[in-house]
């Protein structure tokens, strides 16, 4: 009762020291402003500057001055040993990774934090609270990164970076109180755990989410520019701010990033999981981080689902924009770079799968369902194997004649689209139909339509899958233009078939009698490496995509507007590239695992001075 | 003896990233440099044009970014194989040097049918062909089906042979900051996500970009 009123006499309070704060600050003003101005005594200037010092000092500045070369205003600034342009890709890549952390791990720390709230479960708070323990040490980091981003920019590129200050100026004031905003509700969210009403926290989580969705937008909207400029004109005088903001990948790059920092967020915070797993020294400890591991991987892998479709999003803007600009991402210097990525995509599916199945392990009763397991192994290999076939191939010239071109005489006709979409969308679908797998485990459809579910989700899953492979086969029969049409169908039937099977799945579980439990903890300790190495290969994936998004500009820092004319203004060899991705991806790492180690520390003992003393 | 578990991370993460950069290597490996400036002299012959014009469509005008020369099938573009001579009687009215200009200078006046208004006008960033390399251009695609019959003297309705160029490159360096507004004229960018996509274009709004990978012909890659 006593605390209660303090707190209402504090709050009455607050107001009036506040007001009487500034009534004194206003009094202390007036008083200095209405006091008469009185120029203090100095000698004149041409007695001081008959002194043997002040004439010492003369003679030095002059002769200073006379040394000194005339400024010049430079265009660019190199970097010493590796370069400005392998400085500042690794600096900002390190930002960008540190930035979508600290961006994802709110998002999934909220909603787990609201999932612990209305189920009252409290192992969900304290997973929402062991993964916001993450978060201030890795904004500092990101701070940090984007502070020398931005002094290296200014450094090296100081032209540049003057002409994109002129045009986003407007846009420096909301960054920074947005900024403000983050760092307050970061910090109360993250301190503040269990000292509010669990309504206010949620409401601090989602006050953070919000503005670190605004900061990244804003940010976007400055490097999606200078891919896609607008709103100036021919020689880049500003026209319109805010059509230079909306720019034609802005909108598509927002989406992508958010669901691709949900995906990287979840796959390092499951791979801090796997750590703190493999340290731990209680079943109790192994259980919890299990559980950690496998909901930070499933948060991952759901995002990481949709994420293509964002993707194509994204490049149809690109195409629209400047079909040169596509065809130069997709057909020309960087037609390679897909196939790495289908490697790094197929390692992601398989590796994920690879996961849920050994996850099964730990489910009472799922023999049954193990069973179809390597079915779905064999589809996903196959589907991956078709995705990374090229369609010309690295040959001898005896090879290339005996082929008849760069082309292999079948294998040539995988390296196509149509097989590739087909491939891709058969891959979706079938990690997906195995998340749908490991979900049932250890349960029984008690509801009277039970067969009926079955059969419908089984003919929904056959149906789009037969759809898909009949459009892929289709597209080898008709002209490019119907061809390209033909992803959509692709691409929808798949979504609608997620969306349907889901919902029945839902309902169709509903009440389900159990086989057995889930016994956290016990997994084989490969499946922990796993979750590292799904981190790792997101990571590298990330700084993949980051570097064709930047390098499809090519020669241009500003596409078509501000021409790169430093020593830097080649595009370097996907194997260049991918060593800097590598280094960068190693650096990232090595940063995370202090991030790892500085949390931790929260939850060791106290020092013991008197022992050690 | 038991490896430490922090040492047994990082040989994971080492090993991973390893991998990923040596595929990286295994990958055909070509450094693409910016197009050079071409020299251009008035005293060029049309041999001179036409070499100097294969050699921009090569590079800085990127033309074989997207058209093929002698290719048949289904293409993205059309193909300049023959183009020499089918110029002449494409557009009614137009002569083959007036229509191969007005499809650099103003690409969509017309199109050819079956194919989408995709083409940026050449004398604009980001290609920025000057009336000199246009010419030159137009010299090399006569070579195809035809016969070169342009010169350096050589007149139409976008170039008078007088004027200052009006491709007048990129600038190199970053703008005056301050240009006013009024005076500029709007980017020749496209309303968003609409101008480059035709109505009828099937793909439109919608294609995937590796579906959009089709129109690439043989340079190696994901797509053809």
């Not at chain 2, 020299?39 to 060029?44: I, P, R």
């Amino acid at each position: 009762m006593n605390a209660v009123r303090n707190r209402k006499l504090l709050v009455l309070l607050g107001p009036v020291v506040a007001l009487l704060m500034f009534a004194a600050a206003v009094k202390m003003a007036s008083g200095l402003l209405s006091r008469e101005f009185k120029e203090p005594y100095r000698a004149s200037s041409a007695t001081a500057a008959q002194t043997p010092p002040a004439a010492g000092l003369t003679e030095e500045a002059s002769a200073a001055a006379q040394k000194a070369k005339p400024y010049e205003e430079a265009e660019y600034r190199r970097f010493p040993v590796v370069g400005s342009r392998v400085a500042i890709w690794m600096v900002a890549q390190l930002h960008l990774l540190f930035a979508a952390f600290v961006l994802a791990v709110p998002i999934f720390a909220l909603i787990v934090e609201a999932i612990g709230y209305k189920t009252g479960d409290l192992r969900y708070d304290r997973l929402a609270h062991e993964f916001a323990k993450l978060l201030s040490v890795s904004f500092s980091l990101t701070a940090t990164f984007g502070a020398f981003l931005t002094f290296m920019l200014i450094i090296l590129y100081p032209k540049f970076t003057n002409y994109l200050m002129s045009v986003f100026s407007p846009t420096f004031l909301p960054y920074i109180l947005l900024f403000f905003a983050e760092a307050f509700f970061l910090y109360t969210y993250t301190y503040g755990w269990g000292k509010f009403h669990p309504l206010v926290h949620l409401g601090l989580g989602l006050g953070l989410n919000v503005v670190g969705t605004a900061i990244m937008f804003i940010a976007n909207a400055w490097l999606t520019f200078m891919m896609s400029p607008r709103g100036i004109s021919d020689a880049g005088a500003v026209i319109s701010v805010s059509e230079a903001i909306n720019n034609f990948t802005w909108m598509p790059i927002n989406v992508h990033r958010v669901i691709a920092n949900v995906a990287f967020g979840g796959s390092v915070a499951a791979a801090y999981a796997a750590f703190k797993f493999l340290q731990a020294t209680s079943d109790e400890e192994r259980a919890h981080y299990d559980w950690m591991g496998y909901i930070g991987n499933f948060v991952a892998i759901s995002a990481f689902l949709p994420l293509p479709f964002a993707g194509y999003w994204l490049a149809k803007e690109i195409y629209a924009y400047s079909q040169t600009l596509g065809l130069t991402m997709m057909g020309g210097a960087f037609s390679w770079l897909f196939i790495i990525q289908a490697v790094l995509i197929g390692n992601l599916f398989l590796a994920a799968n690879y996961y849920l199945w050994l996850g099964m392990g730990r489910v009472e009763g799922a023999q049954p369902i193990q069973k179809v397991i390597k079915y779905l192994l064999i589809t996903i290999v196959l589907c991956f194997m078709v995705w990374a076939t090229p369609r010309s191939i690295i040959a001898t010239v005896s090879e290339v004649r005996a082929m008849r071109g760069s082309a292999h005489p079948v294998l040539g006709f995988l390296g196509v689209m149509s097989a590739k979409n087909t491939a891709v969308n058969i891959l979706i679908l079938t990690t997906f139909m195995s998340f749908l797998l490991y979900r049932r485990t250890g349960k029984i459809a008690t509801v009277a339509w039970a067969k009926t579910g079955h059969t419908a989700q089984l003919v929904i899953f056959a149906a789009v899958a037969v759809f898909v492979i009949f459009l892929g086969v289709y597209g080898y029969f008709v002209e490019a233009t119907v061809r390209i049409g033909l992803s959509v169908p692709q691409v929808l039937s798949v979504l609608l078939a997620m969306v349907a099977i889901t919902a029945i799945d839902i309902f169709l579980f509903r009440g389900a009698s159990k086989t057995g439990e889930v016994r956290w903890g016990r997994i084989p300790a490969i499946s922990q490496y796993v979750l590292i190495f799904i981190a790792v290969t997101f990571t590298w994936l990330m700084g993949l995509m980051g570097y064709v998004r930047s390098g499809l500009r090519q020669h241009w820092h500003v596409y078509g507007v501000i021409r790169d004319t430093s020593s830097d203004a080649f595009t370097p060899t996907l194997g260049f590239a991918t060593n800097i991705v590598s280094v960068t991806v190693l650096v990232f790492f090595l940063l995370i695992g202090v991030v790892f180690w500085i949390a931790s520390l929260h939850d060791r003992p106290d020092f013991n001075r008197g022992k050690s003393l | 003896m038991r490896v430490p578990l922090i040492l047994r991370i990082g040989a994971l993460v080492v090993a991973t990233t390893g991998f990923y950069a040596y595929v990286g290597q295994m990958v055909p490996q070509k450094e693409v440099q910016p197009p050079k400036e071409t020299a251009m002299g008035s005293d060029m012959t049309t041999a001179d044009m036409v070499k100097v014009g294969r050699e921009i469509m090569d590079g800085k005008g990127l033309c074989v970014t997207c058209h093929t020369i002698g290719k048949t099938g289904a293409l993205r573009f059309p193909d300049l194989g023959g183009i020499g001579s089918l110029a002449k009687n494409r557009v009614p009215g137009l002569s083959d040097v007036e229509y191969l200009a007005q499809s650099m200078y103003e690409p969509t006046a017309f199109v050819v049918p079956g194919f989408p208004p995709a083409m940026p006008p050449v004398n604009g960033p980001p290609i920025g062909l000057t009336d000199q390399e246009i010419l030159s251009v137009i010299a090399a695609l006569q070579t195809l089906g035809g016969t070169p019959t342009v010169t350096m003297k050589t007149t139409h309705r976008y170039y008078d042979g007088t004027a200052a160029p009006s491709g007048a490159p990129a600038p190199a360096a970053a703008p005056a900051p301050n240009a006013q507004p009024e005076e500029a004229q709007p980017l020749a960018a496209p309303k968003k996500g609409t101008l480059l996509r035709p109505d009828d274009e099937p793909g439109a709004g919608s294609a995937g970009a590796l579906a959009k990978a089709e129109a690439r012909q043989g340079a190696g890659g994901v797509a053809r």
